[in-house]
């Protein structure tokens, strides 16, 4: 483990972001990473930078296992780095290997919203979702969260309701929690 040792408590330098699609982990991770001065890594467009291809193309081409390939070996590249403030893809969950290596280091947060809230999230956005299709988006949505949810909340060590925040208000909350727990 390469955690740093004050007294008698662990410091787990990395804050960690995870949760649904929509619920706005890049844009909290990108502003905490502003305001903490730390590095700011989204796992997703590392995958993209190492394939040379947008996370869509990656789904169409090559399938979701080698997606999730991809995203375990960014995983291991960047969990023993420090200061870090790190934005996951919404399955990352979905291999524990990935967990494991992330608490390692940090703190893990989820950020969790209302259906209606990430749905909204998810129309404002300019990011194409693979794994909603042309699917009816509500439907898709609560199928996968059904599916997710339990691994969301057993991930986290905390999790921040999203529901009408500020990207500020959500990035206050973490870093409140992880400056009480460092």
Do not use: Q
Not at 115 to 126: F, H, Y
């Amino acid at each position: 483990m390469t955690n740093d040792w004050v007294g008698d408590i662990v410091v787990k330098p990395n804050i960690v972001l995870i949760g649904f699609m929509g619920t706005g982990k890049t844009s909290v991770g990108k502003y905490l990473a502003e305001i903490t001065n730390r590095k700011f890594i989204d796992i997703d467009i590392e995958i993209e930078k190492k394939n040379n291809k947008k996370i869509s193309e990656i789904f169409k081409l090559y399938g979701e296992k080698f997606f999730r390939n991809e995203e375990i070996k960014i995983v291991k590249e960047i969990y023993n780095k420090k200061n870090l403030i790190i934005s996951t893809g919404g399955g990352i969950i979905l291999n524990n290997k990935n967990i494991k290596y992330l608490k390692e280091n940090g703190l893990i947060f989820l950020l969790n919203g209302s259906i209606e809230t990430i749905l909204m999230n998810l129309e404002k956005s300019s990011v194409n979702r693979p794994l909603l299709g042309n699917e009816k988006w509500e439907r898709k949505v609560k199928k996968l969260l059904k599916e997710r949810n339990d691994l969301y909340y057993n991930s986290a060590d905390y999790v921040i309701n999203i529901d009408n925040k500020t990207i500020n208000k959500v990035a206050d909350e973490v870093l409140k929690i992880y400056n009480c727990k460092n």
